[in-house]
């Protein structure tokens, strides 16, 4: 038998986890890969450029490789490593690609390229490992740039500390992300298992159903024939019994196929009667297997009951789309007045209702009987499945990622202002702007937590946010547009970025797009020169492509979720189904194997085509009692208060204990607790049971009682005591070495009386 190794069932627990970080690590991958391109084209192709001849050589290779990593789009190791040494090349490199005094108060390749390369690690390894890459990088910018203005101007390199921020931000939201994961999966994990559990329990229980309705529609049919010395020849009881005999060689519980054609299988079925069969209807019809089995069991044993029963000069089956009628123009009968069998209730009625089917039966005297099988709707197709698990993991990081870039916006103003302004900003007016956009960055919170966005409230932060775009460059200085005093360049994409979430990633992308075309028209305006040209093309690589990733990122948690959800489903439809078979298989060997044993060779001696001989109809005769009597009992084990019972009857039973069981009246609905009260007082009397073990059940509409007789042995005055002393105060008698025991249950109340 299959067996799921602890690393597949690991994995199935902490789907949502390795999906988010997959997604996390292409995000960032082609994040760097293509800001890597555009920067190092914009520089290659400035007519104005200081970029040596070395340093061009350089920013080809990083070119054509972040090429490559687009293409091939590998998030293994190796490539990884190659792409952090380039970007570490690059800030060693400062000298050859920006040998320029002002270089650090401009947009540069260098720039772009570091600053992407912080936030893409941050966000595709954990934050250790980020941390260090990220340290390498700004050492290594350092020294970069000490090469250009000296060590003792490194201090005034704002991107080192612009590093940290990026950093960090980046960090905490891959730490909020993927601990938001894990706590989804574990929750999925303990909600599974307890499906699981139930879906076991469901299906052995269900298995019992579907071995019994076998039994009947098999060897009990069979059997009564012989033993009642039906009108039918050897050769056809012959053939039918050799029929039973493969029907019963497969044992315990096999998984369904996949996909199974009935019509064929419908006509091997016809091919057994005696009856004449007519089919009409589709040629051929394709069901999923675990619709399409009860299908063709129901079938069969519309059936027999018409070769037996009906008298019929012909049997038409049709098969619909969404059904299968069987139709016979035999004696009929009146259903009212007529008493159903195991064979109608259990194994059509019964068995088409377990696999989310019905049937229907008309029948009138004298004109025959027509049944009609009706499977589920969509059975065909499979299962939709349920996606409250993708929902709610979209949910929590949704509100999760856009607080935290709430509160980079924030950030990333409250750093950029006073730092422009150091550089020969707008002074006071910087600083009415900046109040202005972190106001309107923060409309997107109630958006974000609660779902209301408020039209009006979004399209204020928007104009609003456009009018800092508009102002800001146009208060400062034009040669200082595009440097660190332009703030805005940098941090109105960020701002407005919150306020996107709700909709389209082609909306947020046109959005983006036009808030950095504004930006972009109005720096023209201030300085028209191939130099702001350059800049514009480095900011769109450096801020615009890393705020539509970041938009971008928001998108793929959909995709992410989605996948999670549907490889643990997979994951836990494989579980069950193992479980299902290791359970069923061994409630088969309990209960099932022995009567199979008893029932085959009779079956042998009948599939011979030998007459039937009288010994050979009296031992059928009494097997055949025996099968209707256990289909009779089995019936009572359908109530929840019964299936509670039957532990303690199959616990007797495994001892060798002899057991009976009687159920009088009919049971009412009961509550769990009214069943455990019921239960747990003759719960001790069972176990303690020697030889024999008799259970009575009485029900009515108002009242409930259990008794149960048994043999406990030297042990009695003892359990006599414990059970008068029990919650409930059983009523207990006790003389020579027989107990009896009776519980009983008011079914208006919640309490035992004794």
Not at 15 to 25: D, E, F, G, M, V
Not at 562 to 577: K, V
Request: proline letters at 4%.
């Amino acid at each position: 038998m299959p067996q799921l190794s602890a690393g597949a069932e690991r994995a199935g627990l902490d789907a949502a986890l390795r999906q988010l970080s997959r997604h996390a690590a292409t995000v960032g991958l082609l994040m760097r890969s293509v800001v890597n391109v555009v920067a190092a084209a914009v520089t290659l192709v400035d007519p104005h450029s200081m970029t040596l001849g070395s340093g061009r050589w350089l920013l080809g290779a990083v070119a054509v490789w972040s090429l490559y990593r687009i293409l091939t789009r590998s998030v293994g190791g190796l490539p990884g490593a190659v792409d952090y040494v380039l970007v570490i090349a690059v800030c060693l490199g400062i000298p050859l690609l920006v040998p320029d005094m002002q270089f650090h108060l401009f947009n540069s390749a260098p720039l772009a390229i570091a600053g992407t390369a912080v936030i893409a690690f941050s966000v595709s390894v954990t934050a250790w490992v980020s941390l260090l890459l990220a340290l390498g990088i700004a050492v290594a910018y350092a020294c970069g740039s000490a090469a250009v203005i000296g060590w003792e101007q490194v201090s005034s390199v704002a991107a080192l500390y612009y590093f940290a921020l990026q950093w960090a931000t980046a960090a905490l939201i891959r730490f909020m992300v993927l601990r938001i994961a894990e706590a989804v999966d574990q929750a999925r994990a303990a909600r599974q298992s307890a499906e699981v559990d139930q879906e076991v329990a469901g299906a052995v229980r269900s298995f019992e159903r579907e071995q019994l309705a076998l039994l009947h529609d098999t060897a009990a049919s069979t059997l009564m024939m012989a033993g009642q010395g039906a009108a039918i020849s050897s050769r056809r009881l012959a053939e039918q019994a050799r029929r039973d005999l493969g029907l019963l060689a497969g044992g315990g519980w096999k998984a369904p196929p996949p996909r199974a054609e009935i019509v064929g299988a419908l006509r091997e079925c016809a091919a057994h009667l005696r009856t004449p069969v007519e089919f009409s209807g589709v040629g051929e019809l394709w069901l999923a297997g675990e619709s399409a089995e009860p299908v063709i069991a129901a079938a069969r044993e519309v059936m027999n009951n018409v070769d037996r029963h009906a008298r019929a000069d012909l049997l038409r089956i049709t098969v619909l789309p969404g059904s299968v009628r069987l139709a016979d123009d035999g004696v009929g009968f009146d259903p009212e007045a007529s008493r159903i069998g195991h064979g109608v209730t259990d194994s059509i009625f019964a068995r088409m209702h377990r696999a989310g089917g019905r049937a229907t039966l008309r029948s009138e005297p004298g004109v025959g009987t027509e049944v009609e099988l009706f499977w589920a709707e969509g059975c065909v197709e499979g299962r939709a499945e349920d996606a409250s698990d993708p929902d709610r993991l979209i949910e929590r990081v949704r509100i999760r990622y856009g607080l935290a870039l709430v509160l980079y916006a924030l950030a990333n103003l409250a750093f950029s202002v006073p730092y422009a302004d150091s550089y020969g900003g707008a002074g006071w007016f910087d600083t009415l702007l900046a109040i202005i956009a972190a106001t309107a960055t923060l409309a997107a919170v109630p958006g974000i937590l609660h779902r209301r966005w408020g039209r009006g409230r979004t399209v204020a932060a928007g104009v609003a946010l456009l009018a800092v775009t508009v102002l800001q460059p146009l208060l400062i200085p034009p040669e200082l547009v595009g440097g660190h005093a332009h703030w805005a360049q940098n941090a109105i994409g960020w701002c407005v970025l919150p306020l996107l979430l709700d909709g389209s990633l082609r909306r947020g992308v046109a959005v983006l797009a036009g808030y950095w075309a504004a930006g972009a028209v109005v720096e023209v305006i201030c300085q028209p020169s191939a130099t702001v040209l350059v800049n514009i093309g480095l900011g769109t690589a450096s801020i615009l492509s890393v705020q539509i990733f970041a938009l971008v990122f928001n998108g793929l948690v959909r995709e992410a979720a989605r996948e999670a959800h549907g490889e643990t489903e997979a994951r836990r439809r494989l579980t069950a189904r193992l479980r299902i078979q290791q359970a069923v298989n061994a409630e088969y060997q309990r209960r099932y194997a022995a009567l199979v044993e008893n029932v085959v060779p009779l079956l042998r001696e009948l599939s011979a085509g030998d007459p039937v001989t009288a010994d050979l109809r009296h031992r059928a005769r009494a097997e055949s009692r025996r099968l209707r009597a256990l289909f009779d009992q089995a019936t009572t084990f359908g109530h929840p208060l019964m299936h509670n019972l039957r532990d303690l009857v199959d616990a007797a039973e495994a001892k060798g204990v002899e057991v009976t069981v009687d159920l009088a009246g009919d049971l009412p609905d009961l509550t769990e607790q009214q069943i455990e009260a019921l239960v747990t007082p003759l719960r001790r009397a069972a176990e303690m049971a020697q030889s024999l073990l008799r259970l009575v059940v009485t029900g009515s509409s108002g009242e409930v009682s259990v008794s149960i007789v048994s043999d406990p042995g030297g042990e009695a005055q003892g359990l006599v005591r414990g059970l008068r002393e029990s919650p409930g105060a059983p009523e207990v008698v006790e003389a020579g070495g027989t107990l009896w025991v009776e519980v009983r249950c008011d079914t208006g109340t919640m309490a035992n009386e004794g």
